[in-house]
């Protein structure tokens, strides 16, 4: 009898899509090590020297500000996703929650492109908030909000609002609401409840969707590149500036390294850092 | 046992409740989910230290009415009462009762001890205070020494426990028990319904206890309402509900029983006389007040109320043995009885003799050997 | 429990906040529909006169016409084949256990995490170093990395809801493994398959990132050419073919939704 059948016709496409996807991966760690030529796309022999010159203040506070960049962008997106998955999972009205579950998702399949252009018309100096606050009186002339990194975060929570909500959501579903009858047949009023039982059953689902804004941010360009107008400078977008202004592919490819262990080594800190989270509430 | 000094403490608290005042009364209680109707008007009063029991098929109301007690759900219409007093707008969080699920929904994330502190902290009372309930709690269902495991570390029986044991810590006004049995094992379950009913015995906590097992609600409740399509269909003890159901539905939800065509043959107040064949039975007359002498009826008779008998007897019924069924301690025999019955009629004859005297095929005589027999108008003129 | 003023006013607040966030959520789109149909040709709030010529332009925009068909050639090459070879492999992992499962999942998995300029400079390097230029099959393979994780994990989700025991019981009849593959395993799981398929080429069509890497002048997808036009022009053009994008995507969404269930597709439906 065989056991497995077609396992080989099954696993075989994987395994060369996942071979093409190793030697990529491959390709720019072995270019990191590699000499730039000037004014050529060829590169030289081996060297570290890519890796030295990131300690250079440009680079390094470029590394400092795309982490801080995401945290606050993760952290933002968090609240205000919260709200709207609690209200997508538990509304009784079937239409609300389509209208939910659409206006939510409808965002993540219109690229980074349309997105970011259209907070530039909301963030623009004659844009629509501008216009809004000048004509209601609350300020004088513009407020000055495309190249900030306030408005770099506003667009980018935006971006990752979408995937917080699904993630949040799913966590959400597989709460046993019996849980909460329970605590609240125990005397718990609503905000107790939320606070003992909710948030801290929905945790895997914070945890899952905290990671993701931040690995979405962290790989996000065209935000940071348009609405920061070179003056919000990321890992990202040095990269595109190395890689295709100056051709220094080597460079690009040993920021991108770094700028991928550092975002590897974020996400696994926050969730060895969440877990005594969970624990907390048996403690209150 | 450790609660006793307790126990006085809290039925002190509700001595006023105990003259005559029902711990829970439901007036006239109405839910609607749109245009379906899950409860209609309820009335129900449950008195201190009752088991009550909610029996009936699934869709027939008797959680929405355990979770309007509850204050889960918000009543359309009627009033609810605890100890006296109008919680029919009281949050749940406020009722002080307790409850047990069916899937128990212990908090995953809490160790043993934190579950069944948990209604203690909500209260504010001191760490001291509760370390010594939860200790007092644990030992009440037998668990001492498991107050640091996880839930998932526990099996089904254990989980039981400590939803228990969470739920009567705060000294509840009333126990809710939502289908607790149904997530065991067949044995398990029996040593379980043992060991609750001594637990509510000996606590005194008035118990609301939902199940769609007729055998459980017979063996545990003081009372049982009988439930259907969003109504109380009957109130009583369980020997009344199976003896004396009140309507058709009732007689065949509880326990075993054949349906007999038969003929209203007298009417002298409280009781009645039909005829099936040539036998005469007495029977309850309320049930068949709006019926005239010789229409037909419907008679409702237990498998263990019909005897075999040898010979012809003066009015027995005669049938023929289709099938027989060697079930250990007695038999089912399955007998056709022509023009009386539409199906075989069930017998059970205790002992192994009826497996030799009564083979397939045999011509056998009927008769009733007890006076619980009732009986229905047809199920079309009954509405 | 909901008529204590506490809990009411709980609940109107909690109702005030989510409508507040999905202002937030839409403002943008408002912004950039109502924008769309500005006469005048520089990107103003609000618009003066009403033109639908931004539409015209859009539509006549060379750039745009050649972005869309090479954005939808590679579509339409990625998502089928990212279909073929995550399903199948979702159904490898489902059911057996092999060498190297766990790492084969994992680098699969892995341009979730991964940045995608970094995965668009691997391939670019690596196509470089090959000899090949920046033509379709590399835009293509770019995408079908991309998009495999989301197929993978949609064919797994409707895996998971397919009762193994229909297999088993075909297979009782006398039906060949082949044969209930194509009988009963594929036609129970298509509607997780077709989901897995459509969202796999939405992805495909916007994604940007990457595609600014391993693509060309000839090669472009749409995303890029609105990148590369934003980087040129002001007028609300990107605003009128904007406002094209959201409604197509959301029309296709809303038919996902009444059609396979967007919250079982997602994950999300309370249990």
């Known amino acids: 009898m065989i056991k497995r059948p077609f396992l080989g016709w099954f696993v075989s496409p994987a395994g060369l899509a996942a071979l093409g996807l190793t030697a990529a991966m491959a390709a720019v760690f072995q270019f990191s090590m590699r000499t730039y030529i000037p004014g050529s796309l060829d590169v030289g022999g081996f060297t570290l020297q890519n890796f030295a010159a990131m300690l250079r203040p440009l680079y390094a506070f470029a590394f400092w500000n795309t982490i801080l960049l995401c945290f606050e962008t993760a952290a933002f997106t968090l609240i205000l996703a919260f709200p709207l998955a609690y209200a997508l999972v538990r509304t009784r009205s079937s239409a609300v929650r389509s209208f939910i579950l659409i206006a939510a998702v409808t965002p993540l399949f219109l690229g980074e492109v349309v997105r970011t252009y259209s907070w530039m018309i909301v963030l623009g100096n004659n844009g629509f908030l501008n216009t809004l606050l000048v004509k209601l009186g609350l300020v004088e002339r513009p407020v000055q909000m495309m190249f900030t990194a306030g408005g770099v975060i506003a667009a980018l929570v935006h971006v990752t609002m979408p995937i917080m909500v699904i993630m949040l959501a799913a966590g959400l579903s597989h709460i046993d609401r019996n849980c909460e009858k329970a605590a609240e047949s125990l005397g718990a009023g609503p905000i107790r409840v939320f606070l003992t039982i909710t948030l801290p059953l929905s945790m895997p689902g914070i945890v899952a969707g905290f990671s993701t804004a931040f690995a979405w941010t962290f790989s996000a360009f065209a935000t940071p590149q348009l609405i920061g107008g070179g003056r919000v400078s990321t890992v990202s977008t040095l990269i595109y500036q190395l890689g295709f202004s100056s051709f220094n592919f080597p460079f690009a490819a040993s920021l991108s390294i770094i700028g991928l262990a550092l975002s590897l080594a974020v996400i696994a800190l926050l969730k060895q850092a969440t877990r005594p989270l969970e624990r907390l509430a048996s403690a209150t | 046992m450790l609660m006793h000094t307790d126990r006085t403490a809290a039925t002190a608290g509700s001595e006023a409740g105990r003259q005559g005042q029902p711990a829970v009364q439901l007036d006239g209680v109405t839910k609607r989910y749109g245009e379906s109707i899950a409860l209609h008007e309820a009335w129900l009063k449950i008195r201190p230290a009752e088991f009550m029991t909610l029996l009936g098929p699934s869709g027939c109301g008797k959680t929405t009415l355990l979770n309007l007690v509850a204050g889960f759900l918000e009543a359309d219409g009627g009033e609810i009462f605890i100890e006296g007093t109008l919680v029919t707008e009281t949050p749940a969080h406020q009722r002080e009762i307790g409850i047990v699920f069916q899937n128990y929904a212990l908090f995953p994330h809490m160790s043993v001890a934190n579950n069944i502190a948990y209604g203690l902290k909500t209260r504010g009372i001191g760490r001291k205070e509760i370390a010594r309930r939860v200790d007092e709690a644990l030992a009440l269902v037998r668990l001492d020494g498991f107050s640091d495991r996880k839930p998932r570390q526990l099996s089904g029986g254990q989980q039981q426990r400590v939803a228990l044991a969470r739920a009567l810590v705060i000294k509840p006004k009333v126990l809710l028990l939502d289908e607790p049995f149904s997530a065991l094992d067949k044995n398990l379950r029996g040593s379980m319904q043992v060991e609750l009913k001594q637990i509510q015995r000996e606590l005194g906590v008035t118990t609301i206890f939902v199940t769609h097992d007729q055998g459980e609600a017979l063996s545990m409740s003081d009372r049982i309402a009988v439930m259907s399509a969003g109504r109380i269909r009957q109130i009583a003890a369980p020997g009344d509900v199976y003896c004396r159901p009140a309507d058709r539905f009732v007689a065949s939800f509880v326990g075993n029983v054949n349906v007999l065509t038969g003929r209203l043959v007298e009417r002298r107040g409280e009781a009645a006389t039909v005829s099936v064949g040539k036998m005469r039975l007495e029977v309850p007359a309320a049930p068949l007040a709006k019926l005239a002498v010789g229409d037909d009826v419907d008679v409702f008779i237990r498998p263990e109320h019909l005897a075999v008998t040898p010979g012809t007897a003066p009015g027995s019924l005669r049938g023929t043995v289709t099938t027989q069924v060697f079930q250990g301690d007695h038999i089912d025999l399955y007998i056709e009885i022509a023009g009386v019955a539409r199906a075989p009629v069930l017998l059970r004859a205790p002992g192994i003799a009826a497996l030799s005297s009564c083979p397939a095929g045999a011509e056998v005589g009927l008769i009733v050997g007890s006076d619980d027999v009732v009986a229905f108008p047809p199920e079309a003129r009954e509405s | ?271």
Do not use: C
Request: hydrophobic content about 55%; glycine content about 6%; cysteine-free.
């Open chain 3, 1 to 271: 429990m909901k008529r204590s003023p506490a809990n009411i006013a709980l609940r109107w607040s909690g109702r005030i906040l989510v409508s507040a966030i999905l202002l937030f959520v839409l403002l943008p789109g408002i912004v950039v529909a109502v924008t769309a149909f500005n006469d005048r040709a520089i990107l103003a709030f609000p618009p003066q006169a009403w033109s639908l010529r931004w539409f015209w332009r859009a539509f006549s925009y060379s750039d745009f016409g050649r972005g869309f068909w090479n954005g939808l050639t590679v579509t339409l090459w990625a998502s089928s084949i990212a279909l073929v070879i995550g399903a199948a492999f979702a159904i490898a992992i489902h059911r057996y256990n092999f060498v190297l499962k766990s790492l084969l999942e994992g680098i699969l998995l892995s341009p979730l995490i991964i940045p995608h300029y970094t995965i668009g400079l691997g391939v670019l390097i690596l196509a470089s170093q090959a000899g090949t230029g920046r033509g379709f099959p590399l835009v293509i393979l770019t995408h079908v990395l991309l998009v495999l994780p989301f197929v993978m994990r949609s064919t797994f989700i409707s895996l998971e809801n397919l009762d193994s025991r229909l297999e088993l019981a075909a297979s009782s009849l006398g039906a060949t493994p082949g044969r209930i593959l194509l009988t009963v395993t594929i036609p129970l799981l298509l509607p997780g398959l077709l989901s897995g398929w459509l969202f796999a080429a939405i992805l495909s069509f916007n994604e940007f990132t990457a595609t600014l890497f391993v693509s060309s002048q000839a090669t472009q997808t749409l995303p890029v050419a609105m990148y590369n036009y934003v980087r040129e022009f002001a007028d609300p053009t990107l605003a009128a073919l904007s406002v094209i994008y959201i409604a197509v995507t959301a029309l296709l969404l809303s038919f996902a939704n009444a059609f396979l269930g967007l919250g079982k597709i997602l994950n999300v439906d309370a249990h």
